[in-house]
């Protein structure tokens, strides 16, 4: 079966002369249709620049990715934006969500964004949202607000979800809480989940394990014991 995600000879560098790095380095993987994906590495391994190549926020210096039917690399700039609105969603370890807007309204910037976005009800329901759909982000908790976030990027119905370090801001107990939810999304939804994080537990709730070090693949393995989100523990 062809990849979902496919992505071929990725590298991407910064700098110039002297100074140039290396970040990625001839990155090639697949990833199917409706997995959840965890890239795993230590810090400067290159993990938030892989999402931000494949969230087309950057563009790559070699290589090719495709979502889809959707080849990146050759986009222009226009349709790049095009596809993050139609094929993306995002959530980030902040949540960056606007202060001065309800969950409902944080949730619905994004709605309008979408040609064919989630029903709003079903949605707030699903992510425990709904008894604080009028509240400010002030007002709840921040397993709460990482909730809003996640909702933001669902509600435009998107076929791909990446994840930086969606727990990194969170304690134990809401962690796992938001490990559930995604675990739900998967399910429900049947997005494609990439989740890229320091914790090495959360890799056994994947369908495929990523590893990078150094801007190199080292690890690309699926998971033949995956455990349900609440079974986690570190």
Known sequence: MEPFLEIEGLRKRYGEGEAEVEVLRGITLGVQAGEVCVLLGPSGSGKSTFLNLVGGLEPADGGTIRVGATELTSLADRDLVEYRRRELGFVFQFYNLVPD??????????????????????????????????????????????????????????????????????????????????????????????????????????????????????????????????????
């Open 101 to 234: 807007l309800t969950v409902t309204e944080n949730i619905e910037v994004c709605q309008y964004l979408s040609s064919d976005p989630l029903p709003m009800e079903p949605l707030l329901r699903s992510l425990g949202l709904w008894e604080h759909r009028r509240k400010f982000p002030h007002e709840i908790s921040g397993g709460q607000q990482q909730r809003c976030a996640i909702g933001r990027a669902l509600v435009k119905n998107p076929s791909l979800l990446l994840c930086d370090e969606p727990t990194g801001a969170l304690d134990y107990k809401t962690s796992k809480e938001i490990l559930e939810l995604m675990e739900q999304v998967n399910r429900d939804y049947g997005c494609t989940i990439v989740i890229v994080t320091h914790n090495d537990a959360i890799k056994q709730m994947a369908h495929r394990i990523l590893r990078l070090r150094d801007g190199e693949l080292v690890g690309d393995e699926l998971n033949d014991r995956i455990l349900p989100a609440r079974e986690l523990t570190w």
